[in-house]
């Protein structure tokens, strides 16, 4: 398996650092190498990436700042001089956490441990595409929702919102575990919403209506969106 990834990182030393390391990995293809988080956003909004390895501090926006803008999250292992972010870290569910100067075994061990989460997640999401239903618990017991009654969910911070054809419930969960259990007749569309696909009434422009509801399109989701779609 090859991992397409970029670096983000305000210190020259540390790029040219992190750009030899990858560059000598067999499982590595690295894609672009970006100075701050602008630089970054432009990348993802562009390019697939399936790891970013992101400094914490940076002039700008940091590291935090922008996996908070990421309308769909890769594998990120943070990269910083200081071990207090760890905290921050474990809360945005990243891969692994390295300390600066980065050891080459350290970073060989981060890398095996991407792998495995991919691995893991494909494997998941495998499972998930044969099923038609998740359950959620609710009240001490676990409620079945079949796919087809699914219009869409919201993000809500540390929930989410699922809007069925009769009801909503508020599950404590993120969108990425979400997005690895629903099946392809789900998407992304925007960091705060997974539709149903089958449910979209209409798009126009950034926004598309889907149980009288407009939710928004991020742009680098709108490629993804309109491929999925059967388009005259």
């Known amino acids: 398996m090859i991992l397409k990834c970029i670096i ?12 030899r390391l990858c560059e000598q990995h067999e499982s590595l293809e690295l894609l672009a190498v970006c100075e701050n ?15 970013i390895w992101l400094d914490v501090e940076m002039p700008g926006l940091s590291g935090f700042e922008l996996l908070e803008r990421l309308p769909a999250t890769p594998q990120v292992v ?9 905290f921050d870290a474990f809360q ?22 991407v792998l495995e989460l991919s691995n893991r997640s494909k ?5 998930a595409n044969h099923r038609k239903d998740i359950y959620v ?17 919201e993000n809500m911070g ?8 009769q009801q909503t419930f508020v599950v404590y969960t993120t969108m990425k575990s979400l997005e690895e259990k629903l099946g392809r007749e789900f998407l992304r569309v925007h960091r705060s919403y997974i539709v149903h696909l089958d449910k979209i009434v209409d798009i126009e422009e950034n926004n598309l209506v889907i149980a009288n509801k407009v939710v928004p399109i ?12 059967n388009l005259l």
Do not use: C, W
Request: no cysteine; net charge positive.
């Open 8 to 19: 983000v990182d305000d210190e020259l030393m540390a790029r040219k650092s992190l750009q």
């Open 37 to 51: 988080a602008t630089e970054a956003l432009k990348v993802l909004a562009e390019q697939e990436v399936d790891l």
């Open 78 to 86: 943070l990269t910083t001089t200081k071990t207090e972010y760890a």
């Open 92 to 113: 945005y569910q990243v891969a692994d956490y390295l300390k600066k100067p980065i050891a080459i075994p350290r970073f060989k061990l981060a890398v095996e441990k």
């Open 123 to 127: 494997t998941i999401q495998a499972t």
């Open 137 to 153: 618990k609710t009240d001490g017991r676990y409620i079945r929702i079949p796919y087809e009654t699914i219009s869409y969910i």
């Open 158 to 165: 540390d929930y989410v919102k699922i809007i069925t054809n």
């Open 218 to 229: 991020s742009r680098a989701n709108k490629a993804e969106l309109m491929n999925r779609l």
